[in-house]
């Protein structure tokens, strides 16, 4: 993992103490609200519904033991012993006192963790896959490139007053789990025909009111011009980005106002201006990043199937764990396991005190002390030998962690929603809770199959409902709530943005409304072997819609 | 008929304004403004809660009067004047400070009541 060296260390204590003065000064009454929501929003500092928020920013989503004991600290001291992983892969406070706020980030700045960035149009915590550095299918870990792009882009003097807020995720495998193809630059690390690293390029992505699937501007961009393009990519959206409406104010937009040529045509003229100057990447120094990132002295631990075989033999539900929560690692001994924070009737991406501690407990003792959020709310022990699966099974149904759901329809990726946010029209987690209760037979939901279901209680879509295979927007109509329902979403290397089917669904109808949408996929896919979202692409809306609207199927 | 409604800058919990009690924990003690003149009235009071730094997000917000609660007509400010309806032991509703009336609309489908 990257650690902090002293310029770090002291730039995050120096912050620290400048908010601190400046929460000292609001309380005073020096500075005035309209004075500083500005500055409390640059230290992800929101005001919601029933408190203040604090959103704690985690790089790439890579955590250390120490680290994750820190989060579940910060939860029982200054909030209510719980908190809440993003889709940004980061955490958030629901209920901090803005009086507790220099203390809490002071806790954080003792294991190398802050709050910057994490608000505010500014280049955001740029997401990478959770399984980097492990998965089999990985070209390259793209996490040195994260954090290069993490420094560079840390209070960049050019990008802190951007037109909208900027997001930017990277994958280092052909499958992409980082959603590349919805974020503002979407980066795909790669090797071209001579071995060498480099990237292809997209940009325009994004989710929001106006979803839009990236543009792929570069087939290949050479590792060591990462910065000296992306930079070229920033000041050409600094400079012609709309900053008249909010609505518009994203890369998306300009993307789409100008045509993906036009616009690479201009990022190329900035970036040969700039190309071979000093934000030109020495090997060395992408080296000296990369060794952070190096894989953990990993032992030979060959006993690991004879181990499974055994303890599958005692336990089902292990078993059944091992089959939807465990996949393969680049070293034949070991395993990536997904930690589901979706525990069936829970609110997705809550975790509680205990059970940050518990995984830090585990991942100290059997994960090479390192621990993942992943953009779909769940936590990820990258390496463990397959011969400790048994162990930290056990140890996860100690904090009821063991659900084995991961990909299935019960691991619902949901935005706090109404019940929290002040942005959002509707409820979302009460959604999820109602539709995962449902779904809760295990059989059930293998019989079903992968099947990704995302909730967003506002247009906003922090619950990333348009690439969601199911996804459900909550609305507000005439007082009450209403949830749309979209098909055919998808956030990997095969993008789509969902169709909305036809009118809303109240409350009390959109559980029973998704349990239609799957029987009718039940009833129509080929074979078990054909996913709903083959299944969709494969036959349309139209079977879908008639199930769910009958003879309003075309009116809808 | 309208409360003002606000949260408290150093914490940030959301308070509504009593007549006889000043800023309150509570909804069931906002009193509604009757009149435009009431109305007015309590802006000034927003205001000033504003101006000395008490308070921010200061709104003045839609009630119906139901049994002599004032019970917000926007769900939003149902869950506002409750807390998280995921976790009823979170929030004015488990601190005894939300009014049954007041209480938002659980989510509950007829499958699973």
């Known amino acids: ?556 | 008929m309208k409360v003002l409604t606000a949260n408290r800058l150093t914490d940030g919990i959301a308070v509504w304004w009593c007549e006889t009690d000043g800023w309150i924990e509570t909804i069931l003690g906002a009193k509604p403004a009757a009149s435009k003149d009431e109305e007015a009235a309590l802006e000034a009071v927003g205001t000033e809660a504003g101006r000395t730094n008490f308070a921010v997000d200061i709104n003045l917000i839609d009630v119906n009067v139901v049994e002599g609660v004032p019970v917000p007509v926007r769900i939003r400010e149902r869950i506002r004047a409750a807390g998280p309806t995921n976790r009823t032991d979170l929030g004015k509703q488990a601190e005894g400070k939300l009014p049954p009336q007041a209480a938002p609309t659980p989510f509950i489908t007829p499958a699973n009541a």
């Not at chain 1, 892969?89 to 190398?112: H, R, T």
């Not at chain 1, 299918?137 to 792009?149: G, H, M, T």
């Not at chain 1, 920033?234 to 012609?240: A, E, G, T």
């Not at chain 1, 209403?482 to 909305?500: N, R």
């Open chain 1, 1 to 556: 993992m990257y650690r902090y060296d002293e310029f770090d260390q002291a730039f995050v204590n120096a912050r620290v103490a400048e908010f601190s003065d400046q929460v000292q000064r609001r309380l005073s009454g020096e500075l005035t609200e309209d004075q500083f929501k500005p500055l409390r929003l640059m230290n992800g500092v929101y005001l919601q519904l029933h408190a203040y928020m604090l959103r704690v920013a985690i790089p790439y989503g890579t955590l250390s033991s120490r680290q994750l004991r820190m989060l579940a600290h910060i939860a029982r001291k200054y909030d209510k012993g719980y908190g809440h992983f993003t889709t940004r892969q980061n955490i958030q406070y629901n209920w901090p006192a803005l009086a507790d706020m220099p203390a809490c980030l002071a806790d954080l700045a003792s294991v190398e963790m802050h709050a910057i960035q994490t608000s505010g149009n500014c280049i955001r915590n740029v997401t990478a896959d959770h399984f980097a550095g492990a998965a089999a299918d990985e070209v390259a870990d793209p996490r040195p490139y994260a954090e290069i792009l993490r420094q560079w882009s840390s209070v960049h003097p050019e990008f802190s007053y951007l037109p909208r807020k900027f997001k930017i995720a990277v994958t280092g495998a052909e499958r992409d789990r980082a959603a590349i193809q919805v974020h503002d630059i979407g980066l795909h690390l790669k090797k071209n025909e001579a071995g060498e690293l480099g990237f292809a390029v997209y940009v325009g992505g994004g989710q929001g009111r106006t979803p839009m699937i990236a543009k792929k501007i570069k087939d290949f961009l050479p590792e060591e011009h990462l910065l000296s393009y992306t930079t070229a990519i920033m000041r050409v959206y600094n400079l012609h980005g709309r900053r008249d409406n909010k609505y518009k104010a994203r890369i998306k937009i300009l993307v789409h106002e100008t045509g993906t040529a036009e616009l690479s045509a201009q990022i190329e003229q900035e970036w040969l201006a700039i190309k071979d100057g000093e934000l030109k990447l020495p090997q060395s120094d992408i080296q000296a990043i990369d060794r952070y990132f190096a894989l953990p002295d990993l032992p030979a631990r060959p006993e690991g199937d004879e181990a499974i075989k055994l303890a599958r033999l005692d336990s089902r539900d292990f078993g059944t764990w091992v089959d939807q929560n465990v996949i393969t690692h680049k070293h034949p001994d070991y395993a990536c396991v997904t930690i589901s924070l979706k525990g069936i009737g829970e609110a997705p991406g809550d975790a509680s005190d205990a059970q940050m501690n518990l995984v830090a407990d585990i991942a100290e003792r059997y994960a090479f002390d390192e621990i993942r959020v992943s953009h779909e709310q769940n936590l990820i022990l990258p390496h463990v030998a397959r011969a400790d699966l048994k162990a930290v099974y056990d140890r996860l149904v100690e904090g009821q962690l063991h659900t084995a759901n991961a990909g299935l329809i019960t691991d619902i990726i949901a935005c706090p929603g109404l019940d929290y946010c002040a942005l959002a029209n509707a409820r979302s987690i009460p959604v999820a809770q109602e539709i995962s209760d449902r779904f809760a037979d295990p059989v059930r939901q293998q019989e079903i199959g992968e099947l990704k279901l995302k909730i967003s209680g506002c247009i906003n879509a922090c619950g990333h409902h348009h690439v969601g295979h199911i996804g459900i927007l909550g609305v507000e109509k005439k007082g009450t709530e209403l949830y749309q329902i979209t098909l055919g979403g998808s956030g990997d290397e095969v993008t789509s943005i969902g169709e909305i089917v036809g009118r809303g669904f109240a409350p009390e109808e959109i559980t029973d409304a998704v349990e239609t949408v799957v029987d009718t996929y039940l009833g129509l896919r080929l074979d078990k072997s054909e996913k709903f979202l083959d299944a969709y692409r494969r036959v349309g809306a139209a079977p879908f819609k008639e199930a769910l609207y009958g003879s309003d199927a075309k009116a809808a």
